[in-house]
């Protein structure tokens, strides 16, 4: 399974934070912006897998960006949930009509939100097959945050969870401590990097009772590399 790229468009900034955080937690790549105009250049950038957007903003509002989106020819296929404070069923009926695949209403729980991500993700095909990645003779179901090695069920905590889930989806190549910090405790916790390492070592010693310890990898001097060949 590949990277999921989740475009955030919130001109709230404390919703915008705490949508990010969220997102980044479940595995997410997490780009947010806080208008169109700034989500527009972005998406120059990288093209998003799916797109969270706040229905009132300033300037272009998100409802009128997502018909717009739809109507245009480039990015037509992205999956757009609108976000808004309004509950009004006509309201809901005008979002799907611009043709938003999903609606959310505020407040909504983390868990909801990404309950719909996921089945937004899901109905348009981008989240593989059913959420579940192999590897190296090891399985990661993300909906169930369970991980396998054949019948075997490894007892894995959430950090390491996230670690494999990174891993797993950017095989065969290095990574650094701090690139792994960033990518899988999120850029804004201050942790120090020997808590990569103390993280890897336990993934090891549950590995080794699989025979497949080789699978994490130590480049001197650089990081760490999940790899099936060894
Ligand atoms: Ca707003």
Redesign the pocket.
């Known amino acids: 399974m590949m990277e999921i790229n989740v475009l955030v468009v919130?001109?709230?900034e404390a919703i915008r934070e705490m949508l990010t955080m969220v997102l980044g937690q479940s595995g997410f790549t997490v780009h947010a912006a806080a208008d169109v105009q700034i989500a527009t250049s972005m998406m120059e950038e990288k093209t998003p897998d799916l797109i969270l957007l706040?229905w009132?903003?300033p300037g272009i509002s998100g409802v009128e960006w997502a018909r717009r989106l739809k109507k245009g020819e480039t990015y037509s296929e992205i999956p757009i949930i609108l976000v808004t404070a309004r509950g009004e069923e006509e309201d809901k009926v005008r979002g799907l009509d611009v043709g938003a695949d999903d609606y959310i209403t505020k407040p909504f729980s983390p868990r909801e939100m990404i309950a719909r991500i996921r089945a937004v993700l899901r109905r348009t095909g981008k989240f593989g097959k059913g959420g579940k990645i192999e590897l190296g003779g090891m399985a990661l179901d993300i909906e169930q945050h369970r991980v396998t090695i054949g019948e075997a069920e490894l007892a894995v905590s959430p950090t390491e969870f996230r670690l494999l889930e990174f891993f797993m989806t950017h095989p065969g190549r290095v990574y650094s401590r701090t690139q792994l910090l960033d990518q899988v405790w999120g850029r804004s916790t201050y942790i120090e990097e020997r808590t990569v390492d103390v993280h890897i070592r336990r993934l090891r010693k549950i590995l080794i009772g699989h025979k497949r310890e080789e699978l994490i990898q130590t480049v001197r001097g650089f990081g760490y590399r999940f790899s099936e060949s060894s």
Do not use: I, S
């Open positions: 919130e001109d709230e706040d009132m903003l």
